[in-house]
């Protein structure tokens, strides 16, 4: 990048800051904005989201139909679905990639401003599209967030088009934020920021940015496949017509099961900031977790069957994918011991974000243990849509995605705002979080070893007082959020002043430590000869 550019790149910078109002927010290519925008609109639809699992849990909190219809019931499964994995995990992980991957390779911004602009967007859109689905006369999409043929075909409600219209647009939005994520990391960095020097938070989303282009590509394939199935007399999955309906499972979890892993790779890269910084030492095994997160990225391709041990595959398939999924335990089981590693004997301290960051390890790796026992094919028969799958993908998207999100953004929120949040409030924030999701989830794991099935309104009276503490936990997690949107307005409008290094971290450990940089006071630097 020439010096003229660099000029220039913070010439636009120092002039987004000036715009005021709507308009700034509006126009803005300067990527801290958009990385806040995108972090507040997953806030957003983490609350809206976690609204639809509470009237899920309402309703189960005993047997027999109290509150809705079972049709409502399946548009909100699958709503609540849609929305927590495009709506408030991946714009949030997309957020705090535009707000730090810049910084941590000493580039100006990112590579591709005005197309970083129009990916965030469009989301807004594509949900409000989603969700004015609830207020027709059809209803909302009730087929499951994995819309599986013929549900989502001959038997969809009339709701289906705007669905995959909805799902085009995020999946539009997720490869633009991926390509722009790639062109900055591969041409913007700092002299002598060489791949293997770069944070581990910059490589997860490097190697997560060629996952989302491989994949969405795939999904949009499949909805429209949906789309001209369901309007246009086509029989991609129709049996009658000559097409396989489970010939879909093929093509949707050859995108769906990278797309777990677009999930949680930046978490691992943020836990692996964040543990290092408290533990006072550098992370260990540094290489050996950039190969891991490549090796499950890789492997995340060859397993996708998995998901499909029920569908009579021939008996080749299934032990073909059982060692695999089995095989992917290897590189995540490294990562794990690395950050145990990075704590041993380390000068720990237990500040908010390193509290986040334990909890993600030993809660997600909980998460890992229930889908080692899902990978071996005999059993899966047996764990196969109960509510033990239902515990093994809350474990790994809830106490893993969602804790590292927390994790990162009480660690860098002093870095974002220039100001100290409130440690009580935020203490509150985890502890409530911690009890009641684990008070929601882990029961779901014997629910589902006695066989309760997932996605139906009612159920045996054998599974009442499971769960009657499974919708108090699920009352008492999505109610605790609130006291993190009370932290962060607080933190917002102004808390203690942040020190230059308000964590005190080691030096040498220099690009994860947050420094009191607020966006909006930010000067135009000296021009550069």
Known sequence: MTTEAIHDSHEHDHHDHKMTGIKRWLFTTNHKDIGTLYLWFAFIMLLFGGALAMLIRAELFQPGLQFVEPDFFNQLTTVHGLIMVFGAIMPAFTGFANWMIPMMIGAPDMALPRMNNWSFWILPFAFAILISSFFMDSGAPNFGWTFYAPLSTTYSNGSTAFFVFAVHIMGISSIMGAINVIVTIMNMRAPGMTYMKMPLFVWTFFITAYLLIAVMPVLAGVVTMVLTDTYFGTSFFDAAGGGDPVMFQHIFWFFGHPEVYIMILPAFGIVSTIIPTFARKKLFGYSSMVYATASIAFLSFIVWAHHMFTTGMPLAGELFFMYCTMLIAVPTGVKVFNWVATMW?????????????????????????????????????????????????????????????????????????????????????????????????????????????????????????????????????????????????????????????????????????????????????????
């Open 345 to 529: 004997r380390g000068a720990m301290t237990f500040e908010l974000p390193m509290l986040f960051s334990i909890a993600f390890v030993i809660l997600f790796t909980i998460g890992g243990f229930s889908g080692l026992m899902l990978a071996l094919t005999p059993v899966d028969f047996q764990y196969h849509d109960t509510y033990f799958v239902v515990a093994h993908f809350h474990y790994v998207l809830v106490t893993g995605s969602l804790f590292s999100i927390y994790a990162g953004a009480y660690y860098w929120l002093p870095k974002w705002t220039g100001h100290m949040f409130s440690e009580r409030l935020g203490k509150a924030h985890f502890w409530c979080s911690l009890i009641s999701v684990n008070i929601l989830f882990f029961p779901m794991h014997f629910l589902g070893l006695a066989g309760m099935p997932r996605r139906i309104p009612d159920y045996a009276l054998q599974f009442a007082d499971f769960n009657k503490w499974v919708s108090i936990g699920g009352f008492a997690f999505g109610l605790s959020q609130l006291i993190f949107l009370a932290v962060v307005i607080q933190c917002i409008r102004g808390g203690k002043k942040a020190e230059a290094n308000p964590w005190e971290a080691e030096e040498g450990l220099e690009w994860s430590v947050p420094s009191p940089a607020p966006y909006h006071t930010f000067e135009t630097p000296p021009k550069i000869d």
